[in-house]
């Protein structure tokens, strides 16, 4: 629940500006002098300042988790997308997977306990790599097949178990585009809400021939791109973008 403005900005209620009591709330986490709650029975996040109450200026209303991939100041998206994050976990962890027993929130760290068999149950965190495949003056850009978002990224995907970074970098590439890379090398990391990640950016280099061989069940499109065609890319929350934007404009990391 938020007001978007014309421009992008957006807003969280307070508690207390839509009638919500904080014994009905889940703490999440603060930022300065702002805490996150989340109702124990609504599909939500809401606000408590520890300054002054005020008088809501706008309707809250509900929108889809994604408006917050442009939205501004990024802080708050970034809050928004997190707080999604702890939503999703509580909300598949109801129940005890060991005893089926409903759980309670643990008192003691992050978790959740069942009352029964004693199972603690933590925060779901899948880790992810984003990888910059890169050719000299060229980075492989990429769209997503059948997704919502339509805008440029690199390839990615999931690590496996059993499986180092490293090797999630090689088997994705060449699942995706067919492609063998070296020198690979880590960039900068992302917590990504919206999909329970930790994402992993890495850069390496094209091994071989550039051919590219495409998988039309994960990309639409994966082509070579010149650094001098790359757009100006949203930084602000997008790991993805920070990486396509790092290439465009700091060629001397890639020599």
């Not at 629940?1 to 009591?21: Q, R, T, Y």
């Not at 495949?133 to 990429?142: F, G």
């Not at 999630?168 to 890379?181: A, H, N, P, Q, Y």
Request: hydrophobic share 35%.
């Amino acid at each position: 629940m938020c007001v978007l403005g014309e421009n992008g900005e957006i807003s969280f209620p307070k508690a207390d500006e839509i009638g919500i009591d904080k014994k009905e709330m889940v703490f999440l986490f603060e930022i300065d002098d702002m805490r996150f709650f989340l109702p124990k029975r609504e599909y939500g996040f809401y606000i408590s300042d520890i300054s002054a109450d005020r008088s809501p200026e706008h309707e809250y209303r509900y929108e889809d988790i994604r408006v917050l991939r442009n939205a501004n100041p990024g802080y708050l998206c970034f809050a928004g997308m997190t707080a999604y994050h702890l939503y999703v976990w509580y909300r598949d962890n109801k129940f005890c997977g060991r005893c089926g027993r409903e759980t309670v929130v643990y008192d003691k760290e992050r978790a959740l306990r069942c009352p029964r068999c004693g199972n603690i149950i933590y925060p779901k965190i899948c880790p992810a790599v984003i990888v910059g495949v890169t050719d000299k003056d060229k980075i492989m850009m990429t769209r997503y097949a059948g997704r919502p978002y339509k805008g440029n990224a690199l390839i990615a995907g999931f690590c496996e178990i059993g499986e180092s970074a490293e090797d999630t970098v090689r088997r994705e590439v060449m699942e995706e585009v067919g492609l063998k890379v070296k020198n690979i090398r880590y960039f900068a990391s992302q917590p990504w809400g919206f999909d329970s990640n930790l994402l992993l950016g890495y850069f390496c280099e094209l091994d071989g021939e550039g051919e590219v061989n495409i998988d039309r069940d994960e990309l639409a499109i994966a082509e070579w791109v010149k650094r001098e065609d790359i757009g100006k890319e949203n930084s602000n929350l997008s790991l993805t973008a920070t990486m396509m934007m790092h290439f465009k404009e700091h060629p001397e990391d890639f020599i």
